[in-house]
């Protein structure tokens, strides 16, 4: 079933031709594939960011938790395009969560894609994805993400990632969006980023949260900007136990899959990239 959230924001670019389009909030919708209770629930941001921190973040924890997909998030402006894996298509934007909980058991809700959305449809995104769990009596939003870190010249991009000298260097942080959500950091004595800029979906969601008033939480692993980093996402995973899940997730099986993981993702990218090609000037999502 499709949620029409409604027109709330309106996005005007042209496109080369000099041709107007005009994006809007009910271009954007979520489609439940499952209905299910998520009053109370956690909803990660899984969307890429630097070093891909989220996706892989996001990726992580819906196989470690044995989460199912419930919904799509789609546009026709979404890149035309079907993941498929284990032979099963899949949607560009998809939701995962716990098909059953226990009542000591909180839900946790993963949003996430393989593609990066340009800055015309961010906004969009995070305001859609806001209002459908305020409807749905969510209680706080995590996103990963990545700062960008000049770790010098002599580095060696080869170097293994489960490098304990470099996994000890990693520094996270965290930043609220209200005074609850920076309550939170301090109570489970997670750093406060302090001054900086955060950029892409998780800034607008940070944004979004504070105009609102609704609980929005960033968590940064500093982060190699050029290419996945597993270790920074092992980072944020520590966090987000933390706050949400109190099982003590192993972050180590991560290293050995985070090489699967990341292939299969800049692949995915890759593919998605079309080459310009001489028709409407209708804008690209992604790549």
């Not at 080869?158 to 996270?172: F, H, I, M, R, V």
């Not at 609220?176 to 950029?199: H, P």
């Amino acid at each position: 079933m499709g949620i029409d959230i409604g027109v709330k924001y309106q996005n005007n670019i042209k496109g080369k031709l000099g041709i107007k389009v005009v994006i809007s909030m009910e271009e954007i919708k979520i489609y439940e594939l499952k209905r299910l209770d998520l009053r109370d629930s956690a909803v990660i941001d899984g969307f890429p960011s630097v070093g891909l921190v989220s996706t892989i973040t996001a990726n992580y924890l819906i196989g470690i938790l044995q989460l199912e997909q419930i919904g799509i998030l789609d546009s026709i402006h979404f890149p035309t395009v079907s993941v498929v894996r284990n032979s099963e298509p899949l949607n560009p934007v998809r939701i995962y969560a716990k098909p059953s909980v226990k009542k000591s058991e909180k839900q946790v809700v993963v949003f996430i894609s393989e593609f990066q959305p340009p800055p015309n449809l961010i906004k969009l995104i995070a305001g859609t994805i806001l209002d459908w769990m305020m409807e749905q009596g969510c209680r706080l939003l995590i996103s990963p993400e990545g700062l960008v870190i000049d770790r010098g010249e002599t580095e060696k991009e080869d170097e293994p990632e489960d490098s304990k000298e470099n996994e000890g260097a990693l520094e996270s942080y965290g930043i609220g969006s209200t005074e609850n959500a920076r309550k939170i950091l301090k109570e489970y004595k997670i750093q406060q980023f302090q001054e900086g800029v955060i950029s892409g979906v998780a800034g607008v969601l940070l944004n979004e949260g504070k105009r609102r008033e609704f609980d929005v939480i960033s968590l940064l692993a500093e982060a190699r900007p050029n290419y996945p980093d597993a270790r920074a996402a092992a980072k944020v995973i520590e966090a987000i136990d933390k706050i949400l899940l109190h099982i003590d997730i192993d972050v180590k099986p991560l290293y050995q899959e985070a090489e699967g993981i990341e292939a299969r993702i800049m692949s995915m990218q890759q593919k998605a990239k079309t080459p310009s090609k001489k028709k409407a000037p209708i804008p690209q999502m992604y790549g």
